[in-house]
């Protein structure tokens, strides 16, 4: 902004943007590191917007890229350009925006008479450059008198790269219902088990289950982007909780084997991206994109699934199908609705879904031998460590990640007590 | 036979004529529009009449009987984009819509259709392109770039009774309470006959599918759409066989005549109040066998909630009929779409807990009965409804004899 000549005031208010189909699309097009740093840099899909509180506003791409820049009209912006040299102008200003001046030709113009001034407006169409093959870049520029005020930078995906990665997040919304649904009916059954219990004057731990309630509510106001599904959350959570003593078949917790399978896990999930991709398919090396950026959603994002999800597929269902399948049965049960829940888009859609099973189907390996406290704590490590990636560079970030296998060290570590 | 029991089945045999007589002769005008012909046909006059639109439809996905007409979906197995046309009955126009997936380079508005969009007065037209779509601005107005092309759809006005639909939730979760915690004799008959009903309905799922409208949507390949669809219909009835195993109904038969009667009563109901979405049913290939799965759990849940309901009025062991009375009276005037499923419950509460599960099942039959002779006009389907008339007929008839040849005569195992 200074070198447009404007001294911004005021401390700026910074807010994350993410375009999780732009950056999956990237990575369709150039599989994996390469995809990921071309949503970082000059595919422009994962950007810092700063907003001045007297006036301007940039959007810096998360690799520091310049993408699209607004500085407020000035009172005296400079005489107006000639007609004849105004085309010349308006192309040398692009040098100001974009670090290849001469890769971008000028596609279409226009200017207008306002406010005093005469306003030009000009299309600038850059070619695919670092982008793959088919991609195209545009540029929009704008000037009041002789002054640059704007200009805003856009991508244009090839179709069948942005097709096929939203065709197939559409289809995974879908298949995601069945997978609630299942939950659903999971809570309806915890339900009448609980009024069992109650009946049966049963022995229950209604205190862990508010505290846990209230932990999962706490950490799902963090992550969730409405604020309803949070208090939903914790209060089904607390219920499930409360009620666990009651199914005295399932196995004991034993917490410190949890982490160093959830390391084991996240170890699994890489080996399978690069196995796809291996054998001609695809699949996104980065985890979705959080709708905002902060150590707080990572922390909140890695762990709420954990919380969630574990005492119902490790704990509740095991312990209400068992009689009827066993309890091997009834935790593969689990799996499908798991695997459900969070895949990411991948060619064939199928692969991410079986690769999700092999997490679900290890999770409930995790739960036999280590109960339901060593699944969460299995799943909230192997969450963090996967979703690090979509996250700045940055230590915090790191520690924050590591967080599960540091708890996991000290478990491990921690004396035994003798039987 | 006892003197008591004879009076009772002659009081339910003159009931159940009664019944019968006013659910078959009576000229009912049925709440919706009766369909003089199959989806099928339907179907055949779209692609007969309509453009091509200068793509291939693909292959018929599903449909649905809205108002006086059939909304019938294509889609081509790669799912980019959707054709819907709604037909109606007689020779009116048909009316169709095409969406297709918004990524597609082909659905960006051109200068040339967004001027014709927003008329010639306004002047200039600004680009804005968008990921998958183009955008045009228009003084303070922004003109979305991926339109579906078309016109709009007719669509029923969804009526949901949201206070009622959780009263027969609660009631389903009481039921299941009351089978655990209040044991009886359980049925073996009617687990492996909900055991029966679904897994005659697995393999009808690809053709069950055709009934789920919204699953199929442009950029969604259909395959997919029918896995979610499938995945949904197994989990759900993986519950209810868990459920029918784990809650199950209890053992005991009613007298015939009540349950001829029950079957009248719900043929009445399906007249007075049909389902909706049993006209659609009625269009599959294998409709017989899914109609009378669903019957059978449908039955079998509206049982479940019938069990609840019978434990609830415990407390009013004096005021019970007077109590099951107004209920009945206010399911008639309220239950709208759902008055089969409420008369079946209230009705089931009234009779012994073994007899309950027969009495919702008959009902349930006879409203899916009802509902055919109500809605569905063309040759298979009318024909359909009396095939299952017979079927129901003749389960009832095997159930006696075989009581009979046992000893007791039906509706005396539960009171012993």
Known sequence: ????????????????????????????????????????????????????????????????????????????????????????????????????????????????????????????????????????????????????????RSVHPLGTDLGVVTGRMAELRLLRRPAMLGLAILVVGVL??????????????????IAYGLVTAFAGSFAADSLTAAPVQGVVLALVVAVLPVWTDLPRPRLRLGPAAGVALAGVTLVGRAVILGTGGWAPVTSPVAADMGVGRLLAESWVPALVEEPLLRGALPALAAPVVGWWGAA?????????????????????????????????????????GGAVLARGTYEALVRRASFPVGSEWDRVALLGVAVGTILLLWPRRRE | MAAPTRVKLLAGGAMAVAVAATALLLTIPPRGVAAPESPDVAADRAERELPALGVPWGKVRGWERVRDGWTVSWQPAHGMWLVRAWVPDGPRAIRWRIEAASWLPGVRLSARAARALVGPEFGLLQPRERLGRRDWLVSDTRLLGALPAGGDLPADPYRRQVGLEAMLMGLLVAGAAVRHLVPGSASRGWRHALSWAGLVLLPLMPWLAALARPVFQAGVRPWVAELAFGGAATILLGALLFAARRFPAIAGTPPVAWLAAAVAAGVLAGRLEPGGWLVSVAGLPLRLPALASIAVIAGWLAGL?????????????????????????????????????AVAIVAAAAVERGQGTWITTAVVWGWVIGSLLALAEWEAGLRDAFVLLLVGAGVVAVTTLASLRAGSPPGEEAQA
């Open chain 1, 332 to 372: 593969l049960l689990a799996a499908p609705v798991g695997a459900l829940l969070h895949p990411v888009p991948s060619v064939p859609v199928l692969a991410s879904i079986g690769l999700e099973l092999v997490l679900q189907a290890g999770l409930a390996v995790v739960a036999r031998f280590a109960g339901v």
């Open chain 1, 192 to 209: 009448v088990a609980g009024a069992e219990a109650v009946a049966y004057r049963e022995s229950v731990a209604p205190m862990r289950g």
């Open chain 2, 305 to 341: 909630a019938a069990d609840g309901l019978r434990e609830l009025l415990r407390f009013t062991v004096a005021s019970r009929p007077v109590v099951l009375a107004a209920l009945a009276v206010g399911s008639v005037m309220f239950a709208g779409s759902w008055l089969a499923v």
């Open chain 1, 1 to 152: 902004m200074e070198r447009l000549g404007y001294q911004p005031i005021g401390e700026p208010a910074a807010g994350f943007e993410g375009d999780q189909e732009l950056a999956w699309a990237l990575e369709r097009a150039r599989p994996g590191p390469g995809g990921v740093g071309l949503a970082r840099g000059e595919g422009g899909a994962l950007r810092w917007r700063v907003v001045f509180p007297g006036g301007g506003e940039v959007q810096v791409t998360v690799d520091g890229l310049v993408w699209s820049l607004r500085r407020p009209v000035p009172s005296a912006p400079g005489p107006d350009l000639f007609p004849s040299l105004a085309r010349a102008r308006v192309e040398a200003a692009v040098a100001a925006a974009v670090p290849d001046p001469a890769a971008w030709r000028l596609v279409r113009a226009q200017s207008w008479r306002e406010g005093g001034h005469t306003w030009e407006r000009a299309w600038f169409v850059g070619g695919p450059g670092p982008l793959p093959s088919g991609w195209r870049r545009e540029l929009e520029l704008e000037m009041a008198g002789s002054t640059v005020l704007s200009w805003r």
